[in-house]
């Protein structure tokens, strides 16, 4: 399974390419707001354009997500994403077009397919496409049919809503905190989202189908809040990993590594030490 990195902060991209085992990255709306609003902080002077770029060559060869914000219209988003494609691309030959399965958020019936049309237009015009805010098997396979790359489940956003609709049993409980693969019972009843128990669960119903019907679209399981969470999406079968980088260094830590480091370091023989 691939890991990405999910973010837009410059430093954590570096870091985490220097590890050597960083795959790709995606970035949203809300993490390049985060990555700028820090700089400015800093009191540095924000150039995003050559921010961004320095982000797409410093993950020369694997894939980076650049979501669209023009989400009024299919033609709004395969207009920017085309533009988005043509400006970055040509940088490190490694962009993908991140666009909403739905962005019908006025719940305007008639937009409620425009995702599924710009990542149609986007894919014919042979730009590769992440399709986001995935929250269903359903959209998973509208997405796949329309021609997406990666279809991005985002499991802990289940999980928080599950726990949020149910916030009396989930008191003290903070958005990291695991959430059970197999679902969590109240009061002899499991908690679901119309059939869904836990985000991971959705990436497990989305992959099942997908290896199922031979679908060609990588399962991107997103909106990961801890380390378990990318071990059971690698259990389930996810092509690829994306989590902040918290959960990235997560990946190498466990407490009886650092007691067992602390042993060998004391029980060395300075004899030992000198051989070398
Ligand atoms: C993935 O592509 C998204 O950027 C991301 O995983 C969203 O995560 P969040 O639910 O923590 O915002």
Same mark, same amino acid.
């Given at each position: ?23 790709? /990255?995606?970035? $949203?709306?809300? !993490? *390049? ?5 820090? @700089?400015? =902080?800093?009191?540095?002077?924000? +150039? ?12 020369k ?34 962009v ?30 042979? /730009?590769?496409? $992440?399709?986001? !805010? *995935? ?5 998973? @396979?509208? =997405?796949?049919?329309?021609?997406? +790359? ?7 956003r ?15 409980f ?61 259990i *389930? ?16 830590r ?23």
């Open positions: 399974m691939k890991f990405f990195l999910d973010s837009a902060l410059l430093s954590e991209i570096e870091q985490a390419y220097s590890t050597g085992i960083c795959d790709g /990255i995606t970035m $949203n709306p809300s !993490l *390049v707001k985060k990555a700028v609003d820090g @700089l400015k =902080a800093d009191g540095e002077r924000i +150039d995003l354009e050559k921010y961004i770029k320095k982000a797409l060559k410093t993950a060869g694997t894939p980076v997500s650049l979501e669209v914000t023009d989400i009024g219209t299919a033609k709004a988003m395969v207009e920017q994403g085309k533009k988005l494609f043509k400006k970055f691309n040509p940088v490190a030959k490694n993908y077009i991140k666009i909403p399965v739905n962005p019908a958020f006025d719940q305007n019936p008639g937009k409620d397919f425009d995702g599924i049309r710009a990542i149609n237009e986007l894919h014919k015009a042979k /730009i590769p496409v $992440n399709c986001t !805010l *995935v929250f269903t098997p359903e959209q998973a @396979l509208a =997405a796949a049919k329309a021609g997406a +790359d990666f279809v991005s489940p985002f499991a802990g289940i999980d928080d809503m599950l726990r949020k609709e149910h916030s009396h049993e989930f008191a003290g903070s958005k990291e905190d695991y959430y059970p693969l197999n679902g969590h019972m109240h009061e002899g009843k499991m908690l679901e989202d119309n059939g869904i128990v836990s985000g991971i669960d959705l990436v497990a119903q989305i992959v099942s189908i997908f290896r199922r019907y031979g679908i060609k679209s990588q399962v991107l399981a997103a909106s990961l809040r801890n380390a378990r969470q990318v071990r059971e999406a690698a *389930v079968g996810a092509d690829i990993a994306t989590m902040p980088f918290g959960v990235f260094r997560e990946l190498a466990h407490r009886l590594t650092v007691e067992g480091m602390k042993k060998f370091t004391e029980d060395t023989p300075e004899e030992f030490r000198k051989l070398v």
